[in-house]
């Protein structure tokens, strides 16, 4: 379907004539022109007639798609399937030809692709050569210190591939998102990126042993993420017995721990569950090596 005949489905269905959408935003004869040929319209006109529809852009681009994957997004799903089913022949095979298309387009979101999945080859051992490690992280950070705009792509680039990043650099990055309010942004909503950002966070400053950072981190969980996501209150729980973990606290710390994990397992998530074991279980032998692991 066209747009503009898209747009004319939207209106007819939700009963408004051509003069009554168009009112206040542009000349009825702008609106007749889009829907019978096509004609070029701006796009807040657009968009102005979108929002008197309560219809969003996502939801219009949806329809207007029949939500079919365009090319990126099926070359990224294709990524997500094969790391997944562990097919590491698949991801070499993918990771060579995001970097053709790359250098064919010149868009950075093939190279985006490319980049971390190079890097996760690289950590599980499929990659031995290091020598491109370094231009990935010129790239990728010229690539965001130079926008100051960042939206769903950027972020999720940094998400993605925080762990190349210093602490100073990720918490200078989540305070000026702070700065904006992001997290009541209807992108960091609608997409969860602000409450990826901050467990990706977290995660990896405890991999680096940084308990600072981690109850940074923690302070903007609790205080920005709406806490009607029962995810996210578990991942708290958890994070706050990690956190007691490293202070010394090991049997609040480690009940803290059990019963989110118990929690995890009676939603169903026993494999996220024993994955979060595990990292609880390095902390606490690297603090005390005669504790028992946990279950």
Not at 25 to 43: D, N, P, V
Not at 253 to 266: A, C, D, P
């Amino acid at each position: 379907m066209e747009a503009n005949q898209l747009l004319k489905k939207l209106r007819t269905e939700r009963n408004f004539s051509q003069r009554k959408l168009a009112a206040d935003i542009s000349e009825r004869s702008t609106l007749a022109s889009f829907e019978q040929k096509g004609h070029r319209i701006a796009f807040d006109t657009l968009y102005k007639y979108l929002d008197r529809l309560n219809v969003t852009l996502e939801e219009f681009e949806y329809h207007l798609t029949n939500n079919q994957l365009n090319e990126k997004k099926q070359l990224s799903k294709q990524f997500h399937t094969a790391y997944y089913q562990h097919d590491f022949d698949q991801l070499a095979c993918l990771i060579e030809a995001s970097k053709g298309l790359y250098q064919e387009t010149q868009d950075f979101y093939y190279y985006l692709l490319y980049s971390q999945y190079y890097l996760i080859l690289m950590k599980k051992g499929q990659i031995h050569t290091t020598d491109e490690i370094e231009r990935i992280e010129t790239s990728i950070k010229d690539y965001l210190n130079r926008i100051e705009t960042w939206g769903k792509f950027e972020i999720t680039i940094f998400v993605n591939l925080m762990f190349l990043f210093t602490d100073e650099y990720i918490l200078f990055q989540i305070e000026q998102l702070n700065k904006q309010e992001f997290y009541n942004n209807l992108l960091s909503l609608n997409y969860h990126i602000y409450s990826k950002l901050l467990t990706n966070a977290a995660f990896l400053f405890i991999d680096r042993k940084q308990i600072d950072q981690l109850e940074q981190i923690l302070f903007y969980m609790t205080k920005n993420i709406p806490l009607d996501n029962d995810r996210i209150r578990l991942m708290i729980r958890y994070f706050e017995g990690i956190s007691a973990l490293f202070h010394g606290e090991i049997d609040s710390g480690k009940q803290t721990i059990t019963r989110s994990l118990e929690v995890l397992r009676f939603l169903g998530q026993s494999a996220y569950a024993n994955e979060l074991s595990d990292l609880a279980t390095s902390v606490l032998l690297a603090i005390v090596p005669t504790e028992e692991p946990f279950g």
